[in-house]
């Protein structure tokens, strides 16, 4: 921030810092949270992508606080972490910066 030279460029900054920390604390949890839900459904059976859906939303609502318009609820399609089978719940230790094998 001391190095920008514009206003512009601190509000770009502070704008990338909030982004940041969005993703990490908000988008990082959904994505735990429907990890969690998404397994213990599994466990019972084949999870429709309907379902997955709904399980999505919840999750996002949840973790944002109800805060976003319209939540991607089909970002598990295009999240490749929930297509690693060697570790459930990688999203886990990709928030607290542990790294299991």
């Given at each position: 921030m001391k190095k920008a030279n514009t206003r512009e460029?601190?509000?770009f900054?502070?704008?990338e810092k909030l982004k940041r920390s969005v993703m990490n604390f908000m988008n990082i949890h959904s994505r735990f949270l429907f990890e969690?839900?998404?397994?213990?459904?599994?466990?019972e059976g084949i999870v429709s992508a309907n379902r997955l859906n709904q399980?999505?939303?919840e999750s996002i609502n949840?973790?944002?606080a109800g805060s976003?318009?319209?939540p991607s609820i089909y970002s598990w399609v295009w999240t490749p972490?929930?297509?690693i089978t060697q570790s459930p719940f990688y999203n886990f230790p990709y928030t607290f910066g542990i790294y299991l094998h």
């Open positions: 460029e601190k509000l900054i502070l704008d969690q839900r998404f397994y213990k459904e599994r466990n399980l999505m939303e949840e973790a944002y976003l318009e319209q972490h929930y297509y």
